[in-house]
Nanobody, 122 residues
Framework: QVQVVESGGGLVQPGDSLRLSCAAS????????MGWYRQAPGKQRELVAGITSGGGTNYGDSVSGRFTISRDNGKNTAYLQMNSLKPEDTALYLCSVKVEDPDVSIAPKRYWGQGTQVTVSS
């Protein structure tokens, strides 16, 4: 059974940094994609950053240049380094992973964690 657990959120001041971790387990074939999304009250969930098992990355426009995603495939853990945090970064940050099916004709399965709250406020 796949499990996804986020950690590292908290209350910080504008301009501070924070690092989130996402630990995934339960897949015998690894995780082809690990990504961070965020959801603020009254807003749609949006992609923050994603990384493939090969190291390819993509970022949401609002965080590009400030956030960096990385992963340790041996530990099935993804990290999100967040620098120069702004009040508008305040949200519940959720980690999502994809597990490929051995049958390539079957779409990969996506799993979500419960999220970790990030609040940026002075």
């Amino acid at each position: 059974q796949v499990q996804v657990v986020e950690s590292g959120g908290g209350l910080v001041q504008p301009g501070d940094s924070l690092r989130l971790s996402c630990a995934a387990s339960g897949s015998t074939v690894g995780f082809s994609f690990m990504g961070w999304y965020r959801q603020a009250p009254g807003k749609q969930r949006e992609l923050v950053a994603g990384i493939t098992s090969g190291g390819g990355t993509n970022y949401g426009d609002s965080v590009s240049g400030r956030f960096t995603i990385s992963r340790d495939n041996g530990k099935n853990t993804a990290y999100l380094q967040m620098n120069s945090l702004k009040p508008e970064d305040t949200a519940l940050y959720l980690c999502s992973v994809k597990v490929e099916d051995p049958d390539v004709s079957i779409a990969p399965k996506r799993y979500w964690g419960q999220g970790t709250q990030v609040t940026v406020s002075s």
